[in-house]
C-alpha cells in the first residue's frame, strides 16, 4: 500500500487530529519494538499492554493486515514521516464545545462531520464552557459561532416581541 | 346790750368782794388810827374815840347793809335779768327752731323742686342725647351699611378675580411641571427601553449562559450542539474544503 492509502485506512475510524498523531505515535511504537527488539506481538497485545483505550484498540485492530504488512524496517520511518506531514494537508475544523465529552462522543462527532461534510476532514476539539447552547468552529482560518448568542441573535425580533407581549400583558394586569 | 345769766352772776359777786374788801380796809385804817392814839393824843380823847368808833362802826355797818341790799338788788336783778334772759333765749331759741324748721322745710321743698326740675331736664336732655344719638347711631349704621356692603361687594370682586388667577396659574403651572414629568418620565422609559431593547439580548444570553452553563445536561448539551451543526450546515458554513 502506498502512502494515500494507508492514509485512508487510518481516517476510515480516525476522526480527531488528537487520535490520528496518537495512533501514528502507536504505530511508531508498536514496529519500533517490532524490526528493532525481539518482541514480536501483536497490534491487540500491544495496545494491550499500553492501556490504550477502547476506541483506539478497536479502530487500531480493525486496520487489516495488509496495512500492517506495509511497514518494513526499511519504510517505517519514511511512512511515519509522510503520514505525519499529511496531517498538514489533511481539512481540519477546530471544534469548540462547552463540554468535555467522551471519546465515543467524539467519535460520533467525527462521524457527522465524515457523513455531512467530508469523507477526509479531521476535528481538533477544544473544551471552550462560554460556548454554551451549541458550539463554534474554525473552518478554513473562519471562524463560525452557533452557540447561544448566535441563536439568541438570530430570534431578537421575536424574543423582543415576546418581551414586548409579557410586558404588556404585566401592564394591563 | 343783752347778758347772759352767768356774766350778770359773775358780775355781781364781783361787785359784792369789791365792796367787801373796801369795807375791810377801812376797819384796818380805822384799827391802825386807835393803836397810834394813847401816844399821840392821850387819854382823853378816848371817849371822842369811842364815839366815833361807834359811829364808823354804824356807818360801816350800815355801808354793810346798804352793800348787801345793794348786792341782794343786784343778785335779784341779775336773777331776774337771767331769768328773763333765760325766757327770752328760750323764746329766742324756739323761734330760732321755728325758722331754721321754716328754713328746712322751705330749703328741702326747694331743693326737691330743684331736684325734680334738675332730674326733669336731666331726662329731658337724655332724652334728646338718646335721640340725637340713635339719629347718628341710625344714619351712621346706614353709611356704615352701605359703605360695607360696597367694600364687602369690592373685595368679593377682587377676591373672585385673585382666586381665579391664582387658580388659572396653579392649574398652568402644574400643568406645565406635569407635561415636564411625563415628558421626563417618557424620556427616561425610552432611555431605559433603548438601554434594555439594546442589551437584552447580551443580558439574556448572560443569563441563559450562567443558568443554562450549570443547569444542562451532557445530553442536552450534544443535543444541542448537533442541532448547531445542522444550522452550520444549513447555513453552508460547513461547505467546501479548503
Known amino acids: 500500500m502506498n502512502e494515500q492509502e494507508l492514509l485512508s485506512i487510518i481516517l476510515q475510524n480516525t476522526y480527531t487530529k488528537a487520535d490520528y498523531l496518537r495512533r501514528l505515535s502507536l504505530l511508531r511504537e508498536y514496529f519500533e519494538e517490532k524490526f528493532f527488539s525481539i518482541n514480536n506481538q501483536t497490534m491487540t497485545d500491544f495496545l494491550t499492554s499500553q492501556n490504550s483505550s477502547e476506541e483506539d484498540l478497536a479502530a487500531m485492530s480493525s486496520w487489516n493486515p495488509s496495512f500492517y504488512n506495509s511497514f518494513s524496517r526499511n519504510n517505517l520511518y519514511h511512512l511515519l514521516d509522510s503520514l505525519t506531514k499529511y496531517i498538514k494537508e489533511i481539512p481540519i475544523i477546530t471544534l469548540y464545545i462547552p463540554i468535555d465529552t467522551s471519546d465515543s462522543d467524539k467519535y460520533a462527532l467525527g462521524k457527522w462531520f465524515r457523513t455531512s461534510v467530508a469523507t477526509d476532514i479531521l476535528l481538533d476539539i477544544r473544551i471552550d464552557e462560554k460556548k454554551v447552547g451549541g458550539l463554534a468552529f474554525i473552518k478554513s482560518s473562519r471562524f463560525f459561532d452557533y452557540s447561544l448568542p448566535y441563536f439568541i441573535s438570530k430570534n431578537r425580533n421575536n424574543i423582543l416581541k415576546m418581551i414586548d407581549n409579557f410586558a404588556y400583558a404585566s401592564k394591563r394586569s | ?242
Open chain 2, 1 to 242: 346790750m343783752n347778758f347772759d345769766s352767768q356774766t350778770i352772776l359773775l358780775f355781781t359777786i364781783f361787785l359784792n368782794a369789791f365792796f367787801s374788801c373796801i369795807l375791810l380796809f377801812l376797819l384796818m385804817h380805822t384799827s391802825g388810827a386807835k393803836n397810834e392814839s394813847p401816844q399821840s393824843v392821850g387819854l382823853g380823847n378816848d371817849a371822842l374815840y369811842s364815839q366815833t368808833k361807834q359811829k364808823s362802826l354804824g356807818i360801816l355797818s350800815e355801808a354793810i347793809k346798804k352793800a348787801n341790799k345793794i348786792l341782794a338788788n343786784a343778785e335779784l336783778r341779775g336773777i331776774k335779768l337771767f331769768a328773763k334772759e333765760k325766757l327770752d333765749s328760750e323764746k329766742l331759741d324756739v323761734e330760732y327752731h321755728l325758722q331754721i324748721k321754716e328754713l328746712e322745710e322751705h330749703l328741702s321743698k326747694s331743693f326737691s323742686d330743684h331736684i325734680a326740675e334738675s332730674e326733669k331736664k336731666y331726662q329731658d336732655f337724655l332724652n334728646y342725647i338718646q335721640k340725637t344719638l340713635e339719629e347718628h347711631i341710625q344714619k351712621d349704621q346706614t353709611a356704615l351699611e352701605a359703605r360695607a356692603t360696597t367694600f364687602i361687594t369690592h373685595s368679593q370682586e377682587v377676591l373672585d378675580t385673585s382666586v381665579a388667577t391664582i387658580q388659572s396659574e396653579v392649574k398652568n403651572q402644574l400643568d406645565r411641571e406635569i407635561a415636564l414629568a411625563k415628558g421626563e418620565i417618557q424620556e427616561y422609559k425610552k432611555r431605559r427601553l433603548k438601554i434594555l431593547d439594546d442589551n437584552i439580548v447580551e443580558i439574556l444570553e448572560k443569563t441563559l449562559t450562567i443558568a443554562l452553563g450549570k443547569s444542562l445536561s451532557l445530553a442536552d448539551q450534544s443535543e444541542l450542539i448537533y442541532k448547531a451543526l445542522e444550522e452550520a450546515k444549513k447555513e453552508h458554513a460547513l461547505a467546501g474544503n479548503e
